[in-house]
């Protein structure tokens, strides 16, 4: 069963329909990556998840084995305390029902993917969740791979079939339409905090 805890309500979303899934974001993990590759995707999966909660999108967590790899890094999952973590042995986020049923029940139709490893789990998230129905944006900046060439592999085929893959700030942007959204001056100091 996912954990959350229960805080004051997020503002009425910018994008009704869509949640931010934040996939494996582990201490453990992250500090296999490359010290540059784990800094740039802490600090962009960062502003995904505090741009979210700044425009009142829904944020959901997976943890890899957590009983053995440990829970999502602290810093991360102090950005959204209230967000529900789903415990997985599976590759894929959407293999196993809790999340599908969870996502459903809050009206998700599109996902913005965030997190680790490119040519495991986001792949196999993305293709499951396109799957299971979902329409499904990767967050190109905030998800990565040990090895280069796997990552631009992966990204090609998940274009192909048919996920979009843009940068963190396009997206928010995109959701945020002009700057005189109520979220917007948030947003920049956001995206100055995690530069």
Same mark, same amino acid.
């Given at each position: 069963?996912?954990?959350?805890k229960k805080t004051a309500s997020a503002p009425a979303s910018a *994008?009704?329909? %869509?949640?931010? &899934?934040? =996939?494996?974001?582990?201490?453990?993990?992250? @500090?296999? #990556?490359?010290?540059? /590759?784990?800094?740039?995707?802490?600090?962009?999966?960062?502003?995904?998840?505090? *741009?979210?909660? %700044?425009?009142? &999108?829904? =944020?959901?967590?997976?943890?890899?084995?957590? @009983?053995? #790899?440990?829970?999502? /890094?602290?810093?991360?999952?102090?950005?959204?305390?209230?967000?529900?973590?789903?415990?997985?042995?599976?590759?894929?986020?959407?293999?196993?029902?809790?999340?599908?049923?969870?996502?459903?029940?809050?009206?998700?139709?599109?996902?913005?993917?965030?997190?680790?490893?490119?040519?495991?789990?986001?792949?196999?998230?993305?293709?499951?969740?396109?799957?299971?129905?979902?329409?499904?944006?990767?967050?190109?900046?905030a998800i990565v791979a040990r090895r280069p060439d796997d990552h631009?592999?992966?990204?090609?085929?998940?274009?192909?079939?048919?996920?979009?893959?843009?940068?963190?700030?396009?997206?928010?942007?995109?959701?945020?339409?002009?700057?005189?959204?109520?979220?917007?001056?948030?947003?920049?100091?956001?995206?100055?905090?995690?530069?």
């Amino acid at each position: 069963m996912p954990r959350a805890k229960k805080t004051a309500s997020a503002p009425a979303s910018a *994008a009704p329909g %869509a949640a931010l &899934l934040a =996939v494996d974001l582990q201490s453990t993990l992250l @500090a296999a #990556l490359p010290a540059a /590759a784990a800094r740039s995707v802490r600090s962009r999966a960062g502003l995904a998840i505090a *741009a979210a909660r %700044a425009l009142g &999108l829904p =944020v959901f967590f997976t943890e890899q084995v957590p @009983a053995k #790899l440990g829970p999502t /890094a602290p810093a991360l999952a102090r950005l959204a305390p209230d967000a529900p973590v789903f415990p997985k042995n599976t590759f894929s986020a959407l293999a196993s029902e809790p999340l599908p049923a969870a996502l459903r029940a809050e009206n998700i139709e599109h996902l913005l993917l965030i997190g680790l490893e490119t040519p495991v789990c986001i792949y196999q998230s993305a293709l499951g969740a396109l799957a299971e129905g979902f329409q499904v944006t990767i967050l190109s900046d905030a998800i990565v791979a040990r090895r280069p060439d796997d990552h631009a592999a992966c990204l090609a085929a998940l274009r192909h079939a048919g996920v979009t893959v843009l940068p963190v700030e396009t997206v928010f942007y995109a959701l945020l339409h002009d700057s005189g959204h109520p979220a917007f001056k948030a947003f920049t100091r956001l995206v100055k905090t995690h530069a």
